[in-house]
């Protein structure tokens, strides 16, 4: 019998209808248009609005897509998988609720929370899953709604996150297709640059924290943006370097789309041509946990069978690293 390896055989995403563009952001900090699009590549942004709609909102409107789609039974599903920054509640897991909500009866569930790269951890922990043999079909859905933590009077931050998700199936494939290599990284040292001060078990809420407006995401841009540029460049090289990988013989690179200037660093370190690199930034701002499924279900039209894709992240804490896989479908 051939090795099984995970295949990627469905996506699907969701994002909200409302609208946050960089000119409304115009009325509400002190910013503009030029200087977000020139700084970050963002033109707008999704927020989530609504009463009680929390990310299991935008991670059961992801998986609904991908099973619409594919045609999947939830009954079928053994494992979900959520990665997000930001769950409904401490405790009870978003995955879990989400499980039940789309019908994965059969299926356990738990979240992954490593800021903008879990998704990519995700899909290490999806593909380990699939690869013991022991289960079929793993659903991945990355999604976070970043609104909820953000302070729109921070322009740092404010114009930088929107909400989303986006969802990937993984089954078992038996042509060498799927999930080939990883390189993934984490160092405690950037806990500070990227964090939220209070609500945790160090600095449990309470009205001063509140009233110091703790629970919002503070950033060191600066920072983190150094970090990030040398840290996702680094490991996709290496990984095109471990893997025989050519500038001629990757197809794609997915990367996280948190910065457009990010981006374009790390595919002039692998060399890669411009057209192989897929953006779409401007539409939804840094989503997160959700970037990385929805350049998939935004570009999956353009991948063939066989493709060689990389993908990239760098978040918080710091957590970062890629993974090399081969595309193991064409749309239909």
Request: charged residues 20%.
């Amino acid at each position: 019998m051939n090795k099984i390896t995970a295949a990627i055989t469905a996506v699907g995403a969701y994002v909200p209808d409302y609208i946050l563009s960089n000119k409304i952001l115009e009325t509400m900090v002190d910013t503009n248009d030029e200087w977000i699009t020139t700084r970050t590549g963002i033109k707008e942004r999704r927020i989530l609005k609504g009463e009680k709609l929390g990310t299991s909102f935008l991670c059961i409107k992801a998986a609904e897509d991908l099973l619409k789609k594919s045609g999947v039974n939830p009954v079928d599903i053994d494992l979900v998988l959520v990665a997000t920054t930001t769950p409904d509640m401490p405790v009870a897991a978003t995955s879990v609720f989400v499980a039940t909500q789309i019908g994965a009866v059969n299926a356990f569930a738990f979240d992954i929370q490593a800021a903008c790269s879990g998704f990519l951890y995700g899909m290490s922990s999806a593909s380990a899953y699939i690869e013991s043999g022991r289960y079929k079909k793993v659903l991945l859905i990355g999604a976070d709604k970043m609104s909820s933590i953000i302070d729109y009077t921070d322009r740092a931050t404010c114009i930088i996150f929107g909400d989303g998700a986006g969802a990937v199936l993984f089954e078992p494939n038996h042509e060498g297709l799927g999930f080939q290599d990883e390189f993934l990284k984490s160092d405690g040292i950037g806990r500070e640059y990227l964090k939220i001060d209070a609500g945790g078990s160090i600095l449990p809420a309470s009205k001063e924290t509140v009233e110091n407006r703790q629970h919002y995401v503070f950033q060191d841009g600066k920072t983190v943006f150094k970090y990030a540029v040398t840290g996702m460049a680094d490991v996709s090289a290496k990984i095109m370097e471990r893997n025989n990988l050519t500038k001629d013989s990757v197809n794609w690179l997915v990367a996280h789309q948190a910065n457009r200037r990010i981006i374009d660093a790390t595919a002039s370190r692998m060399e890669l041509d411009e057209s192989k690199v897929l953006v779409n930034i401007e539409k939804y701002g840094n989503t997160t946990s959700a970037t990385l499924p929805l350049l998939l279900n935004d570009f999956e039209h353009l991948f063939k069978k066989g493709d060689n894709i990389i993908f990239a992240a760098f978040g918080g804490g710091f957590t970062w690293g890629s993974i090399y896989l081969k595309w193991a479908y064409n749309k239909q």
